[in-house]
């Protein structure tokens, strides 16, 4: 008998990944006559090396992509580089050397790794999205929402170190003083003129998910981020006669109002502000300028306010109301101006108590006694009657907020509105490693878009790095200067770059281009994106809900405005991954020490072990700590797989064994099916390992080579060879089976040879088990009912009184009530 070969990782895995390559296995080109599945997982960042979250993000991702083409799916699955961002540019400010040079090195050095991953990416659509081929068409999407009037200039508050005197980003901002990493100086906020996208106007449309198969939770975290809230625009009127516009939910406690808040940075501040008041605002607003606006809204923050000295007139009464000043209320959020009303809200009620301002009850609590506000000690829920409320005192708790509606209306001091708590989307960021913004400023002509033509705006590569961190792109001496596409006089261009999540927003479509080249004339080709398009899986981390996941939705929805996509949504099912975490139980990081590097893995153990470990060691949507014991454990479970399947053993005819064998694999064929389809890796997993077990007892058995052994052999290495593709390509073409394994259509489970012989069902005698039955699968429901009575068990507990009623549950449960 000759030896088995031994199982080699490090010789099969790189030996069919050049084949796979070499016959472009995983290349995915229109094909008309069959279903179509477009599989997109997100893209890395390029930072030089690939950490063990992406192998567990991909590997999975992979492998429901290998099954959906086993199932007869034309699969397209890509891959590229989400290479623009913050981190390239800083490390070119530390050590003077290009953002592209590093971004390309890293991006080399990634692309071996993913190809170590033995994914099917077909790698002919890659997309960089740093590369001048690529960012052309951001700029180009950027003048279509121009066109379309959805992108515009704004003064937004930005970041601002005074020292470096540059803006800075979220993360350049350090401690809970806020101070600038590089200098430690306090930051500050600074108004610049900015570009924005006009996402508020498709804030509706963005809260509807019919159609698409998202997690609840995702839309949940989106539907809370765009804050649609209904209530009434009112319009109050300062004593100087500036109109002041608030939004409220509430309008049926207007007449409640006995003071108003402003953010600091309101426009009508200094105009309110009376000169005995002048240096205490001033100071405040000096000290909110340096929160962030997180800080500021936090609900555990202790409210803190200034009066301005100044009033307004309330609509519905005609009070004074004095204005203050308070740090929670946020320009960026509904008008930048709220209407207080202390006896209702619990916020408003603690900073009227700490600043003694009047409270006066307007909403009666049904089934309580009047209430006075000096012996309040919180606010009173605004739920019931409407009192001291002038014409609509007396309006009953159902309709106040109707009566309020029509009454301010008729009035004509206020209006029904929709409020939304999404933003639009600042796109300008200061920086240099960024798509430019594809704008001209001329003195004459004014603002003008650079024409499509002129198209990609490079930037430049000779380039200056300030300590400082000041954008190079302002420095330039030479790129921002240029002429007018109107009037061809001088003109500047506009230095700020693009947010990277405007290039995130499109790559979907960018991997519809084979190749994506400066001579194109569209950013995909029509035929592809009619074939391909939407994403069929979509498939990354849920920390990306509130912002990526809303951006593409957006862009897709401009897009289709604009005749450039079609449908409603760009991704029709979503699925996230879990987190890894170090064996501490702690978030993998440098500084801990626990990061557990893929490469390592790969060299000791193989892919297709990390593979199935990432798969198996928790469900893929809950993520858990990571366990060097526990890859020993997979790393075993193929070895033993590998010798079940390759070495002979004795054969001996015994058709009881070959029936359990054959149930056994048809149970785990339906199981894993059905597995694949809802993402749950882990069980998967499982299943093969316990069929596996059961193949071995076969085996030891004397089925080795019956017609029960050579199927469940087959159906095995196809189960297998999505989770583990090389060890099956392997195990295939030693059987001297066609080339390749991932060609082979899905195989069928078969529903008789899946069938129990024999089922356990619990007897209950009044509500409490008290025996279980084996009984014939196919039973009656009369028989089983009989078995059960003349059960000694079950009699003995019936105590020789009649059943009042017996409920049968096929093949569970029979419920005796006596």
């Known amino acids: 008998m000759s030896e088995i070969p031994i199982y080699n990782p490090s010789e099969i895995e790189p030996r069919w990944q050049a084949q796979w390559q070499a016959d ?45 083409r086993m199932r007869g799916y034309n699969v397209l699955f890509p891959i590229g580089f989400d290479a623009f961002g913050l981190p390239a540019e800083n490390a070119a400010i530390k050590d003077n050397i290009h953002p592209m040079v590093r971004t390309r090195a890293n991006i080399e050095r990634m692309r071996g790794q993913l190809r170590s991953m033995g994914a099917m990416f077909d790698w002919r659509r890659e997309i960089t999205s740093c590369e001048p081929e690529y960012y052309r068409w951001t700029q180009w999407f950027f003048l279509k929402f121009y066109n379309q009037g959805l992108a515009y200039r704004k003064q937004s508050p930005v970041d601002w170190c005074p020292k470096c005197n540059t803006t800075l980003a979220r993360e350049q901002v350090w401690g809970e003083d806020r101070h600038c990493e590089r200098c430690g100086t306090p930051v500050i906020k600074r108004d610049l003129a900015q570009w924005f996208f006009r996402t508020t106007q498709y804030a509706e449309e963005l809260l509807q998910y019919e159609g698409i198969d998202w997690p609840e939770r995702v839309q949940t975290l989106q539907i809370n981020w765009i804050g649609r809230s209904e209530g009434a625009a009112v319009f109050f009127k300062t004593e100087q006669g500036d109109p002041l516009e608030v939004f409220t939910t509430r309008p049926d406690t207007l007449w409640g109002v006995t003071f108003m808040v402003l953010a600091p940075e309101h426009p009508l501040v200094q105009k309110l502000t009376t000169p005995e008041q002048k240096q205490a605002v001033q100071a405040y607003l000096e000290e909110t300028l340096r929160q962030s606006d997180v800080q500021r809204e936090a609900t555990d923050k202790e409210k803190t306010g200034v009066f301005t000295g100044g009033y307004a007139i309330n609509p519905v009464n005609g009070q004074r109301v004095p204005v203050w000043i308070a740090d929670y209320v946020l320009m960026t959020y509904g008008t930048g101006a709220i209407m207080a009303v202390p006896a209702h809200d619990q916020r408003d009620f603690e900073f009227a108590r700490k600043y003694h301002l009047p409270i006066r009850v307007v909403i009666q609590p049904p089934q309580s006694e009047a209430i006075r506000p000096e012996d309040l000690r919180a606010a009173v829920p605004a ?33 029904r509105s929709i409020n939304y708590r999404l933003r639009d989307w600042l796109i300008s960021r200061q920086r240099y490693w960024g798509a430019p913004i594809p704008i001209i400023y001329c003195p004459t002509c004014g603002t003008v878009p650079v024409p499509e033509q002129d198209l990609p705006i490079l930037l430049p590569e000779d380039v200056e790095w300030k300590p400082t961190g000041e954008s190079p792109l302002k420095l330039h001496p030479t790129w921002r200067f240029t002429t007018c596409p109107k009037c061809g006089g001088k003109a500047e261009r506009e230095t700020d770059t693009m947010d990277t999540f405007m290039c995130s927003s499109w790559y979907h479509l960018g991997y519809l281009n084979k190749g994506l080249s400066l001579s194109a004339d569209r950013p995909f080709p029509q035929d592809e994106y009619d074939y391909w398009m939407p994403v069929d899986t979509y498939t990354g981390g849920i920390e990306h809900a509130t912002m990526h996941l809303i951006y593409t939705r957006f862009f897709h929805k401009a897009c289709r405005d604009a005749n450039i996509t079609k449908g409603n949504e760009p991704m029709l099912q979503l699925r996230n991954q879990g987190m890894v975490l170090g064996e501490d139980g702690e978030k993998m990081s440098k500084s801990r020490g626990n990061v557990i590097p893929p490469d ?168 409490k088990v008290r025996e279980r039955l084996t009984l014939p699968a196919d039973i009656s429901e009369e028989d089983a009912k009989a078995a059960a009575l003349n059960n000694p068990t079950v009699q003995k507990f019936l105590e020789g009184k009649p059943p009042r009623k017996i409920v049968y549950v096929p093949g569970r449960l029979i419920s005796i009530v006596i």
């Not at 002038?390 to 009035?411: D, H, N, S, V, W």
């Not at 893995?601 to 593979?611: C, I, M, P, S």
């Not at 050579?710 to 060879?721: P, S, T």
């Not at 066609?738 to 195989?747: G, K, L, M, R, V």
């Open 24 to 68: 472009h296995l995983y290349d995915a080109d229109i094909d008309p006559t069959r279903p179509k599945h477009y599989a997109l997982t997100m893209l890395p960042y390029p930072s030089g090396d690939l950490h063990i979250g992406h192998w567990y993000a991909m590997t999975p991702s992979d492998a429901h992509a290998r099954y959906m």
């Open 383 to 415: 739920a019931g009657m409407m009192i001291n409320s002038g014409p609509l005192t007396g309006t009953p708790a159902e309709r106040t907020f109707e009566a309020a509606i029509e009454y301010i209306t008729q009035k004509g001091v206020g209006h």
């Open 600 to 767: 390592n893995l790969v060299q000791a153990y193989g892919a297709d072990t990390v593979r199935a470990y990432l798969m198996f060691f928790a469900r893929w949507d809950m993520g858990a700590p990571w366990s060097n014991g526990g890859i020993e454990g997979t790393s075993r479970w193929l070895r033993r797989v590998w010798n079940m399947i390759l070495e002979p053993a004795e054969t001996l005819a015994d058709e009881a064994t070959e029936r359990t064998l054959r149930r056994k694999t048809h149970q785990t064929l339906r199981s894993v099916t059905s597995d694949f389809e809802a993402f749950q890796f882990n069980t998967i997993i499982s299943s093969l390992m316990e069929l596996l077990n059961e193949m071995l007892r076969a085996k030891s058995n004397g089925a080795y080579g019956t017609p029960a052994w050579n199927e469940a052999v087959e159906l095995y290495i196809k189960m297998l060879a999505p989770v583990c593709p090389h060890i099956s390509e392997e195990l295939w073409s030693l059987l001297g089976k066609p080339y390749s394994i991932h060609t082979q259509p899905w195989p069928k489970f078969d529903e008789a040879a899946a069938a129990e012989e024999e089922i356990t069902i619990a007897v209950q005698v009044n509500g």
